[in-house]
């Protein structure tokens, strides 16, 4: 991980509260690497940067392992509970959608 990311609470890069599920982790990536992918942002360093950022942070909060051990090196914040974080966002609030790389368009939209 790059300084700047350990600078950040990988949940906050994440936009996740603590108590993330694994499809949670997994749906706030695909979301985000999305939004901030260079290939749709071409030129735009801050938006590299994030994109880096989130797939660190990914890398990190997918593994079993090594969430549990930055859970225990990076207790939450004082005033931070398990459940909350200054970005943290509902359940109800973030869509449910997976594609597979093989989906085609009808597959997405019916025909």
């Known amino acids: 991980m790059t300084s700047t990311t350990t ?3 990988l949940y906050e890069i994440l936009e996740l509260p ?3 599920s694994a499809d949670d982790i997994l749906d706030a990536f695909d979301e985000l690497a999305m939004r901030c992918h260079p290939d749709r942002n071409p030129g735009d360093d801050q938006a590299l940067g994030r994109y880096k950022q989130i797939v660190a942070a990914y890398e990190v909060l997918s593994n079993p392992q090594k969430r549990s051990e930055y859970d ?3 207790p939450p914040a004082a005033g ?3 459940t909350s974080t200054a970005a943290a966002t509902s359940d109800s ?4 959608r997976r594609v597979s790389a093989g989906a ?3 597959d997405l939209f019916g025909a």
């Open 7 to 9: 600078d950040r609470c």
């Open 18 to 20: 603590r108590s993330a």
């Open 72 to 74: 225990a090196a990076h």
């Open 80 to 82: 931070q509970t398990e």
């Open 93 to 96: 609030a973030r869509p449910r």
């Open 104 to 106: 085609s368009f009808s």
